[in-house]
């Protein structure tokens, strides 16, 4: 089956510093989100992008699909950023496979 | 933005009784999903739902587990008798196209 890999796996960051989180998936694909897992456990819609850019405030994605990565960028991190980052790729049939998830803890 | 809603929030159930976890997908929605996310672990693929019936079920959505759409818009998954190892959020999702909306998740805790 499909693999989707995300690194790094965990990623601690200082209040207000920049980040980059990679999602590689290696087989082509229909369509790529990142999510956003809360404290709490509840999965947050942050991107729908299977290729292209998209920004939303402080974040930003890019995902190359030619080349089976996808890019999350965080500028600015708050504290509220912790939690862990997943990336979903969908293939034919709308059935999702998660990654692995990178768990990002910001200080202040 | 449109919504998927889970309920309950969290349910706290004894080893062997049947729980019924409740989604309400996006109107106009085509496909329906339930994930399972063990605490710590990945979210995986439990069974996905299309037209009235399940179209694909993954190893883990064995007897015990069941999916109806009872009444057109509510989307249920149900545990007949619950394993210690049930304890997991459950996360219901819908499609429309390609984009997949996720519910908020119900954390379940077998006791």
């Known amino acids: 089956g499909i693999q989707v890999e995300q690194s790094p796996p965990d990623l601690i960051l200082q209040e207000g510093a920049n980040s980059t989180l990679r999602c590689n998936f290696s087989?082509?694909?229909?369509?790529l989100q990142w999510f956003h897992q809360n404290p709490w456990g509840q999965l947050i819609n942050l991107f729908y992008i299977p290729s292209g850019t998209k920004q939303n405030g402080r974040l930003s994605a890019t995902t190359v699909a030619t080349e089976r990565y996808s890019l999350l960028y965080i500028s600015s991190s708050q504290t509220t950023d912790s939690g862990v980052y997943f990336c979903a790729v969908e293939l034919e049939g709308n059935q999702f496979y998660f990654g692995t998830g990178t768990s990002l803890t910001v200080i202040p | 933005e449109p919504e998927v809603t889970q309920t309950p929030s969290h349910q706290v159930t004894q080893m062997g009784q049947e729980v019924i976890l409740r989604c309400v997908p996006i109107?106009?929605?085509?496909?329906f999903y339930w994930y399972r996310q063990i605490l710590g672990q990945k979210v995986e693929f439990l069974v996905s739902f299309y037209n009235n019936e399940i179209s694909e079920k993954s190893e883990i959505f064995d007897d015990q587990f069941s999916v109806e759409r009872p009444d057109g818009s509510n989307f249920t998954l149900k545990i007949r008798s619950t394993k210690l190892e049930d304890s997991a959020m459950y996360f219901c999702a819908s499609i429309m196209s390609t984009e997949a909306f996720f519910g908020q998740g119900t954390r379940l805790t077998v006791v």
């Open positions: 109107s106009n929605h085509l496909y």
């Open positions: 087989d082509s694909v229909n369509n």
